[in-house]
């Protein structure tokens, strides 16, 4: 915590803006891996009883940038809420 202090306001923001997005991209990448890995097994059931697979379903939405500063908002929120 002592390093974030001493950091200048700019270099903290960026810290949580590159903290937001790996944050966001790989909540994204877990969801989109279990839909896959869902729709994998569907599809592999549906061959065995000779029915026809569903669809790839949609996947949710990549993080975009609002979505990466609103959660870096958050994040600073509870920084500085939480500071001793």
């Known amino acids: 915590m002592s390093e974030i202090k ?4 700019y270099v903290v923001r960026l810290e949580l803006l ?6 966001l991209t790989e909540d994204y990448y877990g969801k ?3 839909i896959v890995l869902d729709w ?7 061959r065995e009883k ?9 996947f949710p ?3 975009t940038e ?3 500063i609103n959660k ?10 939480n500071q001793s």
């Open 18 to 23: 590159k903290m937001a997005r790996e944050i």
């Open 6 to 9: 001493n950091q200048t306001p």
């Open 40 to 46: 994998q097994e569907r599809v592999a059931h549906c």
């Open 72 to 81: 870096a908002k958050q994040l600073n929120q509870f920084v500085s809420n």
């Open 66 to 68: 609002t979505d990466i």
């Open 61 to 63: 939405p990549f993080p």
């Open 50 to 58: 000779g029915s026809v697979p569903p669809a790839l379903p949609q």
């Open 32 to 34: 989109r891996e279990f």
